[in-house]
């Protein structure tokens, strides 16, 4: 690292590009320079350098909350903790996707979060791609639309679980899923409500979950072009209702979800939605209420 003298050399916009874009670490008494140096900007940049500092120090809480379960379980001997988490239960078309993911013990990266607080898929993509080179292994399932509609939307996510902990490299010990425990699994396991925003893992699995999917539907407005599968991945906007009424339904569409059936001329199934176990809640509330006014399965499913 330059010495300090070195630093004080340098021009106001480079020492800002060094020390707040690229976020290197700061010297010992550039702070204390920078606040009685005459230059103009040296002083904002001080205060700029110390907010960042706030905001790190913040970042790191954050993610040491987030490894609390992990944690906990590392200290009762369980040193291969997979997440678990799925993506795509309230679409009308595409598959629904889970990830499986096991972490280095302590492992902290910047920005990892429930995926769908992550709202600029680049930051999504980039954490996932960081994630892949970080953990200790990482896996996908899918259940394809057929599944879905033949064994219902609920089950085929616990499909999609299952076949990424079977896709794992190395067997876990223990198993984290948000707000679920997997059907037909030896492994012990322990679901969390809202697991994707406390648990560090789970996170990581929705990452992995969300992009593995979001490409796939990309790869499928390739396929299906006037639908706008790219932008809306499937879900239920506006524009895909839309499409799905102007142009009729694709093979990917599923034919258990009620707007699709009526784009369809089908008559809606009459029968009970998925059961759910009171602790359950299958995902944040929006889509919650997307699944509710979507979803209708057949009776015995």
């Known amino acids: 690292m330059p010495s300090l003298e070195d630093l004080l050399r340098k021009s106001i916009p480079e020492l800002s590009d060094r020390f707040v874009e690229r976020r290197r670490p700061v010297p010992k008494g550039l702070l204390e320079a920078l606040e009685v140096d005459p230059r103009q900007g040296a002083k904002q940049l001080a205060k700029r350098i110390r907010v960042r500092y706030r905001s790190n120090r913040s970042e790191g809480q954050r993610l040491h909350s987030l490894l609390r379960f992990e944690i906990e379980l590392w200290s009762e001997g369980f040193s ?29 990266l910047r920005g990892l979060n429930d995926s769908k607080k992550i709202l600029d898929p680049e930051k999504r993509d980039e954490l996932a791609i960081q994630i892949k080179q970080d953990a200790v292994c990482w896996s996908f ?10 064994i219902n939307i609920y089950h085929a996510g616990l499909l999609a679980m299952q076949r990424a902990v079977q896709g ?36 990581a699995a929705s990452i992995i979950a969300k992009t593995t999917r979001d490409a796939y539907m990309l790869e499928m407005d390739a396929i ?37 059936r ?22 944040e509330t929006t889509e919650t209420i997307e699944i509710t006014n979507e979803i ?3 009776q015995g499913a």
Not at 141 to 150: L, Q, S
Not at 238 to 253: D, N, T
């Open 296 to 298: 209708v399965v057949t």
């Open 224 to 260: 299906y072009s006037g639908y706008g599968l790219a932008s809306h991945k499937g879900y239920p906007t506006p524009e895909h209702c839309r499409a799905l009424k102007e142009l009729g339904a694709l093979p990917i569409h599923r034919r258990s979800f009620a707007r699709v």
């Open 262 to 283: 009526q784009a369809l001329g089908l008559d809606p199934v009459q029968a009970e939605l998925f059961e759910l176990e009171q602790e359950v809640e299958i995902t």
């Open 168 to 203: 794992l490299g190395v067997p876990p010990d223990f198993i984290l899923v948000d707000a679920r425990k997997i059907p037909n699994c030896t492994t012990p396991q322990r679901g969390i409500i809202r697991g994707d925003a406390l648990s560090a893992s789970i996170a």
């Open 141 to 150: 399932g899918f259940a394809e639309v057929e599944e879905i509609d033949k």
């Open 80 to 108: 291969m903790v997979a997440g678990v988490d799925e993506a795509g239960m309230a679409p009308l078309a595409g598959p629904v996707v889970a990830g499986a993911v096991i972490l280095p013990q302590n492992y902290k």
